[in-house]
């Protein structure tokens, strides 16, 4: 077949920086397949590009990327451009645009990297975190009424359709019955009297046609709690727009923290493009200086190649970042290294290259952890 068209939107601060590497990995990947190729276009939209044109993407951007087979991201976000003109002028357009209604986190701490729980397993925490990606409280409905008088009033509705939360909850019983394990629903429903009863009631009524998944409901302050103290009763998770985008980043940090964290926006159906994305942000504060951790791009990277229907090379990309870390020889500071940004994905390709051939457990995970490979 022809080469997967990819188009790069690297972003803004780091996102250039970590977007590289993660590319460099997906590249490595091809060198090992030669019916596996990868052809980038490249555009320079962000907050640069706002402060120059007054735009975040040119305004036929969706139809310039609508014929990509997928979206690589870097990071969006940079100091004088409002934090809703970034968001809701690319991020969120591409992803509403698209119909990419589930997002993918997942929330594995993998051999080798930090966690601040203590006494806790490895294999305890280990979720798959399904979030509602294209309406609930990121649906931009509301009001600002008064503006600037005594009795100004803002409103902001969180907009739950039947059609979007039953597509959502069914995709993650699905991934639940296809991986063998539990599910899980968060959400608010004493309090949120509508949205919330609303969706617990959509749960219980889908769950009736998956007898065989095991399933579970938590508010969302009691699961965050359990999230730390009790992470191994999460396996596949379903949630709101709001609570998965929150929830996620809590368990970014039980799991090796934000610079190992990635994202996928998912349009099932593949009529248009998904996106792939570290879920960082931008950190304009270590711009440019080379030490950024680009793991959470390479995970993206990895996540890209699962949706395209390469798995077996998404998990030949976990275990070398898995391997990566267990040899704790390079690594950039926020990991408690000296190593900078190429380096880390430089070392993740060439142990790629070096266990390709080397059998993957049903975890994904390398037969020989450790295996300290010497190049």
């Known amino acids: 077949m022809g080469a997967y ?7 803004d601060g780091i996102g250039p920086e970590v977007l590289q590497e993660g590319i460099k990995v997906l590249d490595t990947i091809a060198e090992l397949d030669d019916t596996l190729q990868f052809e980038y276009t490249h555009f320079p939209w962000g907050c640069e590009y706002y402060t120059q044109h007054g735009v975040m993407m040119d305004e036929d951007g969706i139809e310039k990327l609508k014929d990509f087979d997928a979206i690589f991201l870097g990071a969006v976000g940079f100091p004088g451009v409002p934090d809703h003109i970034s968001l809701w002028d690319l991020l969120l357009k591409i992803r509403k645009s698209f119909d990419q209604y589930i997002n993918i986190r997942p929330i594995k701490l993998i051999k080798g990297a930090p966690c601040p729980l203590k006494n806790v397993k490895r294999e305890d925490v280990d979720m798959l975190f399904i979030r509602e990606n294209s309406e609930g409280e990121y649906a931009g409905a509301g009001d600002w009424l008064f503006k600037g008088q005594e009795n100004e009033v803002v409103l902001q509705t969180g907009v739950f359709s039947r059609k979007g939360t039953e597509r959502v909850i069914r995709y993650a019983f699905e991934t639940a019955r296809k991986e063998g394990k539990s599910l899980t629903s968060i959400s608010k429903g004493n309090a949120l009297n509508y949205s919330m009863v609303f969706w617990d009631q959509v749960f219980e009524e889908v769950a009736k046609e998956y007898p065989d998944v095991k399933i579970a409901s938590y508010l969302v302050d009691a699961a965050a709690m359990l999230m730390i103290t009790d992470p191994k009763r999460f396996e596949v998770v379903v949630t709101s727009n709001l609570f998965g985008d929150i929830l996620t980043d809590l368990g970014a940090a039980l799991a090796g923290g934000i610079g190992l964290a990635a994202g996928a926006n998912i349009n099932p159906k593949k009529t248009y493009p998904s ?8 950190a304009p504060d270590i ?10 791009a390479i995970w993206s990277a990895s996540q890209l190649l699962d949706f395209l229907g390469y798995e077996k090379y998404g998990k030949l990309v976990l275990a070398a970042i898995e391997e990566l870390l267990v040899e704790g020889n390079v690594a950039t500071p926020d990991m408690e290294g000296t190593s900078n940004t190429s380096e880390v994905g430089d070392r993740v390709a060439k142990i790629i290259k070096n266990i390709q051939n080397i059998p993957l457990n049903n975890s994904g995970q390398l037969s020989e952890v450790g295996i300290n490979i010497v190049l």
Do not use: D, Q, T
Not at 5 to 11: C, T
Not at 275 to 280: G, K, S, T, V, W
């Open 5 to 11: 068209k990819i188009a790069v939107i690297a972003g």
């Open 287 to 296: 711009a440019g200086k080379g030490f950024a951790n680009p793991l959470a």
């Open 275 to 282: 996106m792939f994305e570290p879920i960082h942000g931008s």
